[in-house]
């Protein structure tokens, strides 16, 4: 299969520029900055991508890999820093820019030959840069400018290396899709190869391979990633795979019952049902701590499914929907990205539990794991669904966990819900939820006083989890839905509309 390696040196946007190869039919993975030139050449990439980062490339402790890129004889394209670093390599010269260049810019483009080929003379793209490239490196020429940057980008056509100032894969560039695709489809000459049905042959074969004769349990949570996965098993495993469901008492409304009417009306295939409510919710008793939650929450996972693991004597695999945001968040496996916090379906597995970690979607982003779902013949309403956290409502009730409070949530999320499908918004949200604050505010409900909690719902559009923006919810349906909540579910007399993105928060509120 024909691959995009890029090469992440910190870049905020280092996964977006993966999911925007991917987007162009290509499969593309990322490494950190210090593989190896046999390990790079091992995967036979047909082009490199160096992402963009914070750091100079004349800083002490800059990232710069232990290869030459001219070494490489394989088309590249360097990103901010990846052009910076192109030029450093090629004897140009890189020095701060009078002026920080960050947001939105004019590039005019002198030469649209190639990767600027379709791309108009005046384009708008996103910069985001201190530095600039003030001596164009031996045996380049420049090929666009901006106002700032009178070397905005360069290429040596004999070695197919490229390196632009801007930031082509954020969808601030307007013409960036087709940047990226002219580097890709007539530089690299990429074909399209990647796609759902794609991925799915490669990844049943794998599968077979990995699992061989043994067994393998599937950690069915209830959301679109482990269901889609466990179908994906099935179609390549058969009867060895063994899903079991934990009911952890943090599921959203009468979630438990609508995952196995789900399997039972759609695919043959048995699920085991295991009660873990008292577990979860009494070891989280008094536990206020958000990391503290996931953990536990974690460990309680770990713990019943090694009871389970032992009903299957054969058992050597947990299967689990792990997404590639996933990863990218819970811990720098690929380059020097920052932990922004832990997910329970991510790392840390204990060696007592014995069993081993199959991840099949750990390199995919949500929507691609959408289309292998509806490729797979899962219904479009349950494909469709917004994701749900694996720590469940433990992590969008702020403070300490009760029953109690566990209902009144479950039961102001389901009037959500219910509102935004009527409006016919649903679809158009990324993600919507509830979340019961440990604040308590003053009301008058039927001319008396009340003191009960506060209720924030959330809506939020995204392509992919990295970065979203608040969802612009109508005013009418904010009221209709603030009416039903106060007036239907006891304990609740105040609700309110988080609009903050990501960044600077997070999607989640813990």
Same mark, same amino acid.
């Given at each position: 299969?024909?691959?995009?390696? %890029?090469?992440?040196?910190?870049?905020?946007?280092?996964?977006?520029?993966?999911?925007?190869?991917?987007?162009?039919?290509?499969?593309?993975?990322?490494?950190?900055?210090?593989?190896?030139?046999?390990?790079?050449?091992?995967?036979?990439?047909?082009?490199?991508?160096?992402?963009?980062?914070?750091?100079?490339?004349?800083?002490?402790?800059?990232?710069?890999?232990?290869?030459?890129?001219?070494?490489?004889?394989?088309?590249?394209?360097?990103?901010?820093?990846?052009?910076?670093?192109?030029?450093?390599?090629?004897?140009?010269?890189?020095?701060?820019?009078? @002026?920080?260049?960050?947001?939105?810019?004019?590039?005019?483009?002198?030469?649209?030959?190639?990767?600027?080929?379709?791309?108009?003379?005046?384009?708008?793209?996103?910069?985001?840069?201190?530095?600039?490239?003030?001596?164009?490196?031996?045996?380049?020429?420049?090929?666009? &400018?901006?106002?700032?940057?009178?070397?905005?980008?360069?290429?040596? %056509?004999?070695?197919?290396? *490229?390196?632009?100032?801007?930031?082509?894969?954020? &969808?601030?560039?307007?013409?960036?899709?087709?940047?990226?695709?002219?580097?890709?489809?007539?530089?690299?000459?990429?074909?399209?190869?990647?796609?759902?049905?794609?991925?799915?042959?490669?990844?049943?074969?794998?599968?077979?391979?990995?699992?061989?004769?043994?067994?393998?349990?599937?950690?069915?949570?209830?959301?679109?990633?482990?269901?889609?996965?466990?179908?994906?098993?099935?179609?390549?495993?058969?009867?060895?795979?063994?899903?079991?469901?934990?009911?952890?008492?943090?599921?959203?409304?009468?979630?438990?019952?609508?995952?196995?009417?789900?399997?039972?009306?759609?695919?043959?295939?048995?699920?085991?049902?295991?009660?873990?409510?008292?577990?979860?919710?009494?070891?989280?008793?008094?536990?206020?701590?958000?990391?503290?939650?996931?953990?536990?929450?974690?460990?309680?996972?770990?713990?019943?499914?090694?009871?389970?693991?032992? @009903?299957?004597?054969?058992?050597?695999? #947990?299967?689990?929907?792990?997404?590639?945001?996933?990863?990218?968040?819970?811990?720098?496996?690929?380059?020097?990205?920052?932990?922004?916090?832990?997910?329970?379906?991510?790392?840390? #597995?204990?060696?007592?539990?014995?069993?081993?970690?199959?991840?099949?979607?750990?390199?995919?982003?949500?929507?691609?794991?959408?289309?292998?779902?509806?490729?797979?013949?899962?219904?479009?309403?349950?494909?469709?669904?917004?994701?749900?956290?694996?720590?469940?409502?433990?992590?969008?009730?702020?403070?300490?966990?009760?029953?109690?409070?566990?209902?009144?949530?479950?039961?102001?999320?389901?009037? *959500?819900?219910?509102?935004?499908?009527?409006?016919?918004?649903?679809?158009? %949200?990324?993600?919507?939820?509830?979340?019961?604050?440990?604040?308590?505010?003053?009301?008058?409900?039927?001319?008396?006083?009340?003191?009960?909690?506060?209720?924030?719902?959330?809506?939020?559009?995204?392509?992919?989890?990295?970065?979203?923006?608040?969802?612009?919810?109508?005013?009418?349906?904010?009221?209709? %839905?603030?009416?039903?909540?106060?007036?239907?579910?006891?304990?609740?007399?105040?609700?309110?509309?988080?609009?903050?993105?990501?960044?600077?928060?997070?999607?989640?509120?813990?």
């Amino acid at each position: 299969m024909e691959k995009i390696i %890029i090469i992440d040196f910190g870049s905020q946007y280092t996964q977006v520029i993966a999911r925007k190869v991917r987007e162009l039919g290509v499969y593309a993975e990322i490494f950190p900055f210090t593989i190896s030139e046999i390990e790079l050449k091992e995967f036979n990439p047909k082009g490199i991508i160096l992402s963009g980062g914070p750091s100079s490339v004349y800083a002490k402790e800059a990232p710069i890999p232990s290869w030459n890129i001219n070494d490489l004889n394989i088309p590249v394209l360097g990103i901010c820093y990846g052009l910076q670093l192109i030029a450093y390599q090629n004897g140009g010269e890189v020095n701060k820019a009078a @002026h920080r260049e960050y947001g939105r810019a004019e590039l005019i483009i002198d030469n649209n030959d190639d990767l600027f080929k379709n791309v108009s003379q005046n384009s708008i793209v996103w910069m985001s840069h201190g530095d600039r490239l003030t001596k164009l490196p031996n045996g380049f020429k420049a090929i666009a &400018h901006s106002n700032n940057s009178p070397i905005c980008s360069i290429r040596n %056509i004999e070695k197919k290396m *490229y390196g632009v100032q801007f930031h082509p894969e954020v &969808h601030h560039t307007d013409e960036g899709k087709t940047i990226l695709s002219n580097f890709i489809r007539n530089i690299c000459n990429c074909t399209d190869n990647w796609d759902a049905h794609s991925f799915i042959d490669i990844a049943i074969e794998k599968i077979k391979s990995q699992v061989g004769d043994n067994e393998v349990i599937c950690a069915l949570s209830g959301g679109v990633d482990s269901t889609v996965l466990a179908v994906l098993l099935h179609k390549a495993i058969g009867d060895k795979l063994h899903c079991i469901h934990i009911d952890t008492g943090l599921m959203r409304l009468n979630e438990s019952q609508k995952l196995m009417d789900l399997f039972k009306q759609n695919f043959n295939m048995s699920i085991e049902l295991i009660d873990g409510s008292e577990t979860f919710i009494s070891r989280l008793q008094g536990v206020s701590d958000p990391e503290q939650k996931r953990k536990i929450i974690g460990k309680s996972f770990i713990d019943l499914f090694e009871v389970a693991a032992k @009903h299957c004597n054969n058992a050597k695999w #947990l299967a689990q929907g792990t997404l590639y945001p996933d990863v990218i968040e819970s811990v720098s496996v690929k380059g020097p990205s920052v932990v922004i916090k832990s997910h329970h379906n991510v790392g840390g #597995l204990p060696e007592k539990m014995g069993l081993k970690l199959l991840e099949p979607f750990r390199e995919l982003f949500k929507d691609e794991v959408r289309n292998v779902g509806r490729e797979l013949g899962v219904p479009d309403w349950f494909v469709n669904r917004h994701p749900f956290p694996g720590p469940g409502l433990g992590i969008r009730i702020l403070g300490d966990i009760s029953r109690d409070k566990i209902d009144t949530l479950q039961k102001a999320d389901a009037i *959500y819900i219910e509102e935004i499908r009527k409006a016919g918004l649903y679809n158009d %949200i990324w993600q919507a939820f509830a979340v019961l604050l440990p604040v308590k505010t003053v009301g008058v409900m039927g001319d008396e006083r009340t003191y009960e909690n506060t209720c924030v719902i959330r809506a939020v559009t995204s392509i992919d989890g990295m970065t979203a923006d608040w969802f612009a919810m109508p005013y009418n349906v904010l009221a209709t %839905i603030s009416n039903r909540i106060v007036n239907e579910v006891r304990g609740i007399n105040r609700v309110v509309y988080d609009i903050t993105g990501k960044p600077p928060g997070t999607i989640e509120w813990e």
